[in-house]
């Protein structure tokens, strides 16, 4: 090898390293970004003080009467979701009593009504997965790109912020929900949706949480799958509810049998078993009494 070859050589491994050593510090940025965004959060997360009641996952199932189950419907259905109090076309001006105004729904989380109010108003609720790291505010924002690279705050973060498919009520009204999150390889986001892919840990971790400022939720985990982007069945705008499920049973790496009476909410992020491989965690959603309090803490 000539000198000149040397030389080169030695300054193509310089470059190789100082590459390296960037995206290492730039991934490191990044991480404690996150982290930082994640202990600003930390104040808003439910505790005994908060309101009284106690914080954490409905790791035993209570048992809640049929009343408490969503009314359903399709996930792009959004006609619940505006004209609470307004007379139908029929009735208008034509001296029929004017419909009542609605009362408004109680605000049973105050501390996510605080988030709201103090952080952002795009915050749909709180997000909590038994046996994992995620547990994270998530939004609604009318599109899938606002918060791919943005924090809660709305600053520029590649961790980006979990976030809701646009097409699905914002509050959780419809049959088929999907958040959204970033597969981050420290774990955070949605990174430690994988854990789900291993039988035992599946097995052992059945229980998450949903806060918003009018409700509390309890999920029952029942599938993790790995699928392609392009998923009908899982990204598609319109769901039905049997074939949905006959679907998901066949499909799914580790299952158990759902209430296929209920609503269903996807938690999905990037996979890399093949192009364009997705992960999904799937769980049955119902709404708890406002006055519920977990009895595991």
Same mark, same amino acid.
């Given at each position: 090898m000539t000198r000149m070859k040397r030389i080169m050589l030695i300054i193509s491994l310089i470059a190789v390293i100082c590459r390296g050593g960037y995206e290492l510090r730039g991934a490191a940025g990044q991480y404690t970004h996150e982290a930082r965004v994640k202990?600003?959060?930390?104040?808003?997360?439910?505790?005994?003080?908060?309101d009284g009641?106690?914080?954490?996952?409905?790791?035993?199932?209570?048992?809640?009467?049929?009343?408490? #189950?969503?009314?359903?419907?399709?996930? =792009?259905?959004?006609? %619940?979701?505006?004209?609470?109090?307004?007379? /139908?076309?029929?009735e208008s001006g034509h001296g029929v009593a004017p419909v009542p105004v609605a009362?408004?729904?109680?605000?049973?989380?105050?501390?996510?009504?605080?988030?709201?109010?103090?952080?952002n108003e795009d915050i749909a609720g709180w997000l909590t997965?038994?046996?994992?790291?995620?547990?994270?505010p998530f939004v609604w924002a009318g599109d899938h790109e606002t918060y791919l690279d943005r924090d809660v705050y709305g600053s520029y973060a590649k961790a980006g912020t979990l976030f809701m498919d646009y097409r699905c009520p914002a509050d959780l009204s419809g049959f088929y929900t999907i958040i959204y999150g970033h597969h981050m390889k420290n774990g955070s986001m949605f990174g430690d #949706?994988?854990?789900?892919?291993?039988? =035992?840990?599946?097995? %052992?971790?059945?229980?998450?949480?949903?806060? /918003?400022?009018?409700?509390?939720y309890s999920l029952d985990i029942f599938?993790?799958?790995?699928?392609?982007?392009?998923?009908?069945?899982?990204?598609?705008?319109?769901?039905?509810?049997?074939?949905?499920?006959?679907?998901?049973?066949?499909?799914?790496?580790?299952?158990?049998?759902p209430d296929r009476d209920r609503d269903v909410i996807a938690l999905s992020t990037c996979a890399y078993e093949f192009a364009d491989a997705r992960m999904v965690l799937l769980a049955n959603i119902y709404v708890l009494p406002n006055d519920w309090i977990n009895p595991n803490f």
């Open positions: 202990e600003g959060m930390s104040a808003y997360r439910l505790t005994p003080e908060a009641s106690r914080p954490g996952l409905t790791l035993a199932k209570p048992e809640i009467a049929p009343a408490w #189950l969503h009314a359903g419907g399709s996930f =792009g259905d959004c006609s %619940a979701l505006g004209g609470l109090g307004s007379p /139908t076309a029929a009362t408004p729904a109680p605000v049973v989380n105050p501390h996510i009504a605080a988030l709201q109010d103090e952080v997965v038994a046996g994992t790291r995620i547990d994270y #949706l994988k854990l789900f892919a291993d039988e =035992g840990f599946f097995e %052992a971790n059945p229980r998450g949480e949903i806060r /918003t400022k009018h409700h509390t599938a993790w799958l790995i699928v392609r982007a392009d998923d009908e069945m899982v990204y598609g705008a319109y769901p039905e509810r049997s074939r949905y499920y006959d679907y998901i049973e066949a499909n799914a790496v580790n299952y158990r049998e």
